[in-house]
């Protein structure tokens, strides 16, 4: 089965005023898959491939480990590096993570090294917006928004340019890829 033929069956209960307790089926499309809803699910999720698949920092052959995890940057949403205490607060449902594109790159199968853009990933499991302070990650960073998953459709035309100190909001429940071009 396709993906634009994927179809979702509702079970909704018959009306109380019918004398039958029997579940209907009612068949419909996924947003993707009708001829109006081509910014649905599908496209996201072909946006979402793209951008793994363009960036070899989303692809490593192995992930940091040991000495290299200490290496990964990880800040709460004020945009202050996480602490001990951060870690340990049970409340916390909100973090951000910085993969810097040249940090401990992988080599491609000629030995020419992969070095990728950096990115910086906002995730909010509050049930409620978010905003979180973009920090200070390198010098003249420039993020601009590539993945919003509370808002699928694609940033209009070319995205606004964020800096340190600047403000975004992760919508409920979201996580939103931000992108610092090399």
Same mark, same amino acid.
């Given at each position: 089965?396709t ?7 509702e079970?909704r ?5 019918r004398?039958?307790?029997t579940?209907? !089926? ?6 993707g898959?009708t ?5 649905g699910?599908?496209? @996201?999720t072909?946006?979402?491939i ?7 920092? @989303?692809?490593?052959? #192995?992930?940091l480990?040991?000495?290299?995890e200490?290496?990964?940057?990880? @800040? ?8 001990? !205490?951060?870690?340990?607060n049970?409340?916390?449902l ?12 992988? #080599?491609a199968?000629?030995?020419t090294?992969?070095?990728d ?5 906002l995730v ?7 905003? @979180?302070?973009l920090p200070?990650?390198r010098p003249?960073?420039?993020w601009?928004?590539e993945?919003?998953t509370?808002?699928?459709?694609? =940033?209009a035309?070319s995205?606004?340019?964020?800096? !340190?100190?600047?403000?975004v ?5 979201s996580?939103v890829?931000l992108?610092? =071009? #090399?």
């Open positions: 089965m993906a634009t033929a994927v179809t979702v069956i079970t209960w018959a009306a109380p005023s004398a039958t307790t579940p209907t !089926a009612r068949t419909t499309r996924s947003p898959s001829g109006h809803g081509r910014t699910l599908l496209d @996201f072909k946006r979402l793209g951008l793994r698949r363009a960036h070899p920092v @989303f692809c490593r052959n #192995r992930f480990a040991g000495a290299e200490a290496e990964l940057r990880w @800040f709460t949403p004020a945009g202050a590096e996480m602490t001990a !205490a951060c870690w340990s049970p409340n916390a909100a973090i951000a993570l910085h993969l810097d594109g040249s940090d401990d790159p992988d #080599r199968a000629d030995g090294w992969l070095l853009d950096d990115f910086l990933v909010n499991a509050w049930w409620e917006p978010l905003e @979180f302070v200070t990650t003249e960073a420039s601009r928004v993945i919003d509370y808002d699928p459709a694609p =940033p035309g995205a606004v340019a964020r800096c !340190a100190g600047d403000r909001t992760a919508g409920p429940r996580v890829v992108r610092n =071009p #090399r």
